[in-house]
């Protein structure tokens, strides 16, 4: 089966309700999974509710944060979702910003890599631990767990729940390799990105310890805009790439490909408190370098550039700056364009 054929999207809407209905077409569609994006909602309640009003799809966190929440209250969140889903849940972790972390939750951060390595591993220990019926220990840099006089009344439906991790560049993808079941890629990684930088670390990483190729899977994100409108549908998706242009750890994404100095002043309008002006440093070359626009099939000759690389595809809608009606009619249109129902 070719990554075009195992399709994901993000379940995004304004209410519960409009979340179900985008889950419920994408799964009539025979899309593979829908995940749950925690930016603006929760990622755990979201995947709690979208499983429960679905019956095959699967649902995922695309991304839960890693370390704004204990192992053992994620590992039992995913144990829950997963029984709930009926075995349909995908665990996605990431390390999220550096700066929210801290500010925002109040969070140790330390050396991103290691410690979302020590969280996949913790977790994973939990849930094996639980499945088994015994206690569970974990000991690391940044975890020491001693749990005991614990166990699961009901076991796991499964003990092995797939882990995605996210990565923009080489030291997590490499970290993906070494520890997790997949790997979710930035919508805004180019395909030239993808092969120099993203799928030689996460082989090493696979090389290293001792696993197949087969048993990981790729599943890199783009920012899609099908529009027949070619103009709004750039507009849109601008937007995202300036809300990503205004984070530095993206900065070497954009000097791959020339757009490093759009990319600072992007950064220094929003420092600024100019909106507009941020979307206004993105010229029309830094979003096609970086988005599909346009029509069905120049979309899926985009897509296609980086679907060579990977195992299944995650097509996303512009969510930043746009009219939530908007965000929905792009997702809308994936599920139109991508799905096997088309």
């Known amino acids: 089966m070719s990554a075009l054929e195992r399709v994901s999207i993000g379940i995004m809407g304004e209410t519960p309700e409009d979340m179900a209905s985008l889950a419920k077409k994408a799964e009539a569609a025979g899309l593979e999974c829908g995940w749950a994006i925690e930016l603006f909602r929760n990622a755990f309640t979201q995947t709690t509710f979208l499983g429960s009003r679905t019956e095959s799809i699967d649902v995922g966190t695309a991304i839960a944060w890693g370390f704004v929440r204990s192992p053992m209250t994620m590992a039992m969140s995913a144990m829950d979702i997963d029984e709930i889903s009926g075995g349909r849940f995908r665990l996605g972790l990431g390390p999220g910003v550096k700066r929210l972390n801290e500010t925002w939750h109040n969070a140790e951060y330390g050396?991103?890599?290691?410690?979302?390595?020590?969280?996949?591993?913790?977790?994973?220990?939990?849930?094996?631990?639980?499945?088994?019926?015994?206690a569970a220990s974990f000991k690391g840099e940044y975890y020491d767990l001693d749990i005991k006089g614990w166990y699961r009344a009901t076991p796991p439906v499964r003990a092995d729940i797939p882990i995605f991790t996210a990565a923009v560049?080489?030291?997590?993808?490499?970290?993906?390799?070494?520890?997790?079941?997949?790997?979710?890629?930035?919508?805004?990684?180019?395909?030239?990105?993808?092969?120099?930088?993203?799928?030689?670390?996460?082989?090493?990483?696979?090389?290293?310890?001792?696993?197949?190729?087969?048993?990981?899977?790729?599943?890199?994100?783009?920012?899609?805009?099908?529009?027949?409108?070619?103009?709004?549908?750039?507009?849109?998706?601008?937007?995202?790439?300036?809300?990503?242009?205004?984070?530095?750890?993206?900065?070497?994404l954009y000097e791959l490909h020339g757009f490093g100095q759009n990319a600072v002043a992007a950064g220094e309008a929003f420092r600024r408190g100019d909106i507009q002006g941020v979307a206004d440093a993105i010229p029309d070359e830094m979003v096609e370098t970086y988005?599909?626009?346009?029509?069905?099939?120049?979309?899926?000759?985009?897509?296609?550039e980086v679907a060579q690389f990977a195992d299944a595809i995650f097509p996303g809608a512009p969510t930043y700056f746009i009219p939530n009606e908007q965000i929905t009619e792009y997702n809308e249109r994936i599920i139109e364009v991508f799905g096997k129902n088309e």
């Open 111 to 134: 050396r991103p890599a290691p410690h979302l390595r020590e969280t996949i591993q913790a977790v994973r220990t939990i849930i094996h631990a639980a499945a088994a019926g015994e």
């Open 169 to 252: 560049q080489k030291g997590m993808s490499r970290m993906a390799g070494d520890v997790a079941d997949g790997l979710i890629g930035h919508p805004l990684c180019s395909a030239r990105w993808i092969e120099q930088e993203i799928v030689p670390a996460f082989e090493l990483g696979l090389s290293r310890s001792g696993r197949e190729r087969s048993s990981f899977t790729y599943l890199p994100s783009i920012c899609v805009a099908i529009d027949d409108d070619y103009q709004r549908g750039l507009d849109a998706a601008r937007r995202t790439v300036a809300f990503y242009s205004t984070v530095k750890t993206y900065l070497p």
């Open 291 to 304: 988005c599909a626009v346009g029509s069905p099939d120049q979309v899926k000759d985009k897509v296609a």
